[in-house]
């Protein structure tokens, strides 16, 4: 089951996230206003109280290190360059994973019934009527990122910060059903389609908290791969493959005439606990509306979720009414 608890319903674009939206690379940039301050102290104070210190220890201290403007660089020799500026202490760094790991079964149960996850998106790519029956069908990267990705790589999405979403999942509900039968641990699920005789430009996705897998779907097979780190792959029709693109990585398209799809899903770093990863979606619950309400709002899903009574947190003297300095936390992915 996702440690993130039941979907909750909200808008799929929302202004402020924390480092993971299919618009990828967003950086987090906070101006150094008191209110600004205040604000992520707020946040820090409920985020404690909600879990604990102990239990949150690393994502509070997360919290601290993405909020002051620091960013984390390291090369591994043999690995590669890693650079996160949305970041836990203490977690495996490995350009690619191994699928065959125990940490991820349900990859291998997706390899198994790939087909059925390759038909329904056919069929989907037949229906002259998907862009007016879904919602923001085939999106392309944010406008900061679209230097890296270009107009070529877009995206449909399926789940958004461990929140489904409904009308496009409707249109795939096969696909939706082996997601959940399978127990994927997902954060986001989306398509991804990359144009023939085009790539993605090395950069780092700037989280190391979230792993990124691939299901090829319909790949040209021999002429398209992914570099993460010092290492290259090439893609497979019902192959997976998990990266961490916290590493610098690149991706091509080398085919002249056929376009990639694969399936991505971005989940938890398998060495979270379950209560690191519900805190980190406490942050993406908070940050999506910056205000105490927004504040009070993660609180009453966190404390249902976990399905006890509910903090209280004193209310602050100033109330913050919008978020314009708060870019925070961003995200990305392939």
């Known amino acids: 089951m996702n440690t993130c608890g039941s979907p909750i319903a909200r808008p799929l674009h929302c202004k402020h996230v924390f480092h993971m939206s299919r618009r990828p690379g ?47 660089t390291r090369f591994h020799p043999d690995k590669g360059l890693q650079k996160a500026s949305s970041y836990i202490t203490g977690l495996s760094a490995e350009p690619f994973h191994d699928v065959s790991s125990p940490h991820f079964t349900w990859m291998m149960r997706l390899e198994e019934e790939y087909s059925i996850i390759r038909d329904e998106l056919n069929s989907a790519l037949l229906n002259p009527r998907l862009t007016t029956l879904g919602n923001h069908i085939w999106a392309s990267a944010a406008r900061e990122e679209a230097i890296a990705y270009g107009p070529d ?40 389609r990359q144009a023939p005789d085009t790539g993605i430009k090395p950069h780092t996705d700037n989280t190391n908290f979230i ?41 091509a398209n080398e085919s002249r005439t056929q376009t990639r799809y694969v399936l991505i899903v971005r989940f938890w770093h398998p060495d979270l606990t379950p209560e690191e990863c519900c805190a980190l979606q ?53």
């Not at 940039?29 to 909600?50: C, F, G, N, P, T």
């Not at 792993?211 to 319909?218: A, M, R, V, Y």
């Not at 205000?291 to 709002?297: K, P, Q």
């Open 26 to 72: 967003r950086r987090m940039m906070l101006h150094s206003s008191r209110d600004d301050d205040v604000y992520v102290s707020r946040i820090y104070e409920a985020l404690k109280l909600q879990y604990g210190e102990t239990s949150a220890k690393r994502v509070l201290q997360s919290l601290s290190f993405a909020a002051a403007g620091q960013e984390y």
């Open 153 to 192: 790589w877009k995206t449909l999405v399926l789940q958004d910060r461990c929140v489904w979403e409904d009308t496009n999942c409707k249109l795939f509900p096969k696909t939706v059903e082996l997601l959940r039968k399978n127990s994927v641990p997902s954060v986001e699920v989306f398509f991804a």
């Open 211 to 251: 792993l990124t897998s691939h299901l090829g779907l319909d790949v040209p097979e021999g002429e398209c791969w992914m570099k993460v780190g010092e290492f290259k792959r090439e893609w497979m029709n019902g192959r997976g493959m998990i990266a961490d693109t916290s590493f610098i990585h690149s991706t």
């Open 282 to 334: 406490f942050l993406f619950d908070a940050l999506n509306e910056s205000s105490e309400d927004g504040i009070a709002n993660a609180m009453k899903l966190a404390t249902k979720r976990q399905g006890k009574s509910k903090p209280v947190l004193g209310k602050a003297s100033k109330k913050r009414e919008k978020a314009g300095g708060l870019g925070l936390l961003a995200k990305g992915m392939k």
